[in-house]
């Protein structure tokens, strides 16, 4: 059974910053292009920011210059360091892994920036 984990949420100020985690088991993070989604109350989950298996990068462009994407294979982990956060970073946040036919998602982590 594939699961993808999502930690590191929580409350924090606006400017503040936080690191979330997205761990697995079934899936091994190398063979896949993994993807950082949010989805605020109210509105459609859009993506944030892609890692691919090159380590290439790309990113929503409201968090550009402000989060950064980044996986370690060897500890099968996908991180986004999210800094200088503002209230309209304020959602869910959910990892999903995309590759070899399959997209597997996470049940996601609550990023809230109080102003």
């Known amino acids: 059974e594939v699961q993808l984990v999502e930690s590191g949420g929580g409350l924090v100020q606006a400017g503040g910053s936080l690191r979330l985690s997205c761990a697995s088991s079934?899936?091994?993070?190398?063979?896949?292009?993994i993807g950082w989604f949010r989805q605020a109350p109210g509105k459609e989950r859009e993506k944030v920011a892609y890692?691919?298996?090159?380590?290439?990068?790309d990113y929503q462009h409201s968090v550009k210059g402000r989060f950064t994407i980044s996986r370690d294979n060897y500890k099968n982990m996908v991180f986004l360091q999210m800094n200088s956060l503002k209230p309209e970073d304020t959602a869910v946040y959910y990892c999903?892994?995309?590759?070899?036919?399959?997209?597997?998602w996470g049940q996601g982590t609550q990023v809230t920036v109080s102003s």
């Open positions: 890692i691919n298996t090159d380590y290439s990068t």
């Open positions: 079934g899936v091994t993070f190398e063979d896949y292009q």
């Open positions: 999903k892994a995309n590759g070899r036919g399959h997209d597997y």
